[in-house]
């Protein structure tokens, strides 16, 4: 077990939670990081994009002109796909399937080998809890101030949404609040500074175990 300094309002360590050795002192796994990361864009992706063929373009099927005796280069029809109008050679269709699978396993440990990363370079700040008395950005900001972060991309991870925290984040464009079982590797990896309450780092190590 390792041990993770707790910070108080004023930035200050006054106290310690143990961390388990393998979610946060995992060694860095760029491959798997970079297939996961990969995946769950992928996953997040839909298919709306719709293109026609050369059989959906409404052009008439007459052969132009004549296959010799013209000068010109032999051509079928207008819908060809060499030609400005005619159909694309291999159109999108909505109904493309970009899914990546990623084993549960995998998933796992890619997170953990993040958390890790995130340990090893100090972009992770654990604080005891995260309620806000009311619903003002001015008041987040002052605090996260006080932890010496600012609100220059941030991630705040809770063990559950508090709504005066989800309601004073939402006027700050670079800060993104989640709950421990909405935290997901894109996330995790762009946001250089990670913020973690003691609870949500309790479900977050019993989710990955």
């Known amino acids: 077990m390792m041990e993770l300094k707790v910070i108080d309002d004023n930035g200050l360590a006054t106290a310690s939670v143990s961390a388990s050795d393998d979610l946060f002192g995992r060694e860095y796994n760029e491959a798997l990081v970079h297939q996961l990361v990969t995946a769950?864009?992928?996953?997040?992706?839909?298919?709306?994009?719709?293109?026609?063929g050369r059989s959906e373009?409404?052009?008439?099927?007459?052969?132009?002109?004549?296959?010799?005796?013209?000068?010109?280069a032999r051509s079928g029809m207008a819908s060809s796909p060499l030609w400005r109008g005619g159909g694309k050679i291999f159109p999108n269709s909505p109904d493309e399937n970009f899914t990546q699978k990623i084993n549960r396993k995998m998933y796992r440990a890619g997170l953990a080998s993040i958390f890790s990363q995130l340990v090893?370079?100090?972009r992770l700040t654990v604080v005891d809890n995260m309620t806000l008395a009311a619903p003002k950005t001015k008041l987040l900001a002052q605090r996260m101030k006080?932890?010496?972060?600012?609100?220059?991309?941030?991630l705040i991870i809770t063990d559950s949404m508090d709504e005066n925290l989800y309601l004073s984040s939402r006027n700050l464009p670079n800060v993104l609040v989640l709950e421990a079982h909405q935290a997901d590797p894109v996330s995790l990896v762009r946001f250089p500074k990670v913020l973690v309450t003691r609870n949500a780092m309790a479900k977050i190590e019993e989710m990955l175990a």
Do not use: C, F, H, M
């Open 120 to 122: 090893r370079e100090n």
């Open 57 to 72: 373009i409404a052009k008439s099927t007459r052969k132009p002109w004549a296959q010799k005796g013209t000068g010109r």
């Open 146 to 154: 006080g932890w010496g972060l600012g609100t220059d991309r941030v």
């Open 40 to 52: 769950y864009q992928a996953n997040a992706r839909s298919a709306n994009s719709k293109q026609k």
